[in-house]
């Protein structure tokens, strides 16, 4: 018998529960709902696309097989970033050199959009040039929009450590740009959206295979 899927306006507490009951269909919904979210973090400390994708499979991974002790004591979304900078992290470890190496994007988009797309390889330019720990901690605060405690939480530090990090980031960009925009930040399109979503959930299929 097919799991009837719960309808997309269906709060993150109600598609988990529903997840837990075997409804690994409705998984996705909750994939494609943070996707973009944790694509920032981890693109935040990985500094290159491709491997901030393959950080967020390994995130959506690690989320699934540990959704049972998701306790709601904060907001999933916190939860799941935490696991996916827990991730990007790990990966940096493993390839140091390239963690650190400054990203360089090529290419144009349209006439329409090049201002757009212009601003934000700026900022991202700006971001890069931040050191590892402020660039976290700007990105966590002012990308995604995380409280001085949750990303104290997502990256093991104290909330007054947040503060100073954050400060220092904000004065090292307001030094170079007058006017920016951050809705663009580390953009995720639909392509990149459903090539995540796609190899995640082929992933569980393969890993749930007898």
């Not at 931040?130 to 995380?146: A, I, S, T, W, Y």
């Not at 951050?182 to 979503?197: I, S």
């Amino acid at each position: 018998m097919t799991t009837q899927l719960a309808p997309r306006g269906a709060d993150d507490a109600e598609l988990i529960g529903r997840v837990l009951s075997g409804s690994r269909e409705d998984f996705e919904l909750i994939v494609r709902r943070h996707n973009q979210r944790l694509f920032r973090a981890a693109r935040a400390v990985l500094r290159s696309d491709s491997d901030a994708e393959d950080a967020l499979q390994q995130a959506w991974l690690d989320i699934y097989r540990n959704l049972g002790s998701f306790r709601g004591d904060a907001a999933f979304s916190t939860w799941a970033t935490r696991i996916t900078v827990n991730a990007a992290l790990l990966q940096a470890r493993k390839r140091p050199a390239l963690a650190e190496a400054t990203a360089t994007e090529t290419g144009a988009g349209p006439d329409a959009e090049l201002e757009r797309v212009e601003i934000g390889r700026v900022l991202e330019g700006c971001l890069a040039q931040l050191p590892q720990g402020n660039r976290e901690v700007m990105v966590l605060r002012d990308v995604l929009e995380l409280d001085t405690a949750e990303t104290a939480a997502c990256l093991g530090l104290t909330e007054e450590a947040v503060r100073v990090r954050l400060h220092r980031a904000r004065a090292a960009v307001a030094a170079a740009l007058t006017e920016l925009t951050l809705d663009h930040v580390y953009e995720f399109d639909g392509a990149r959206c459903d090539r995540v979503t796609a190899a995640v959930m082929t992933a569980l299929v393969a890993e749930q295979s007898p």
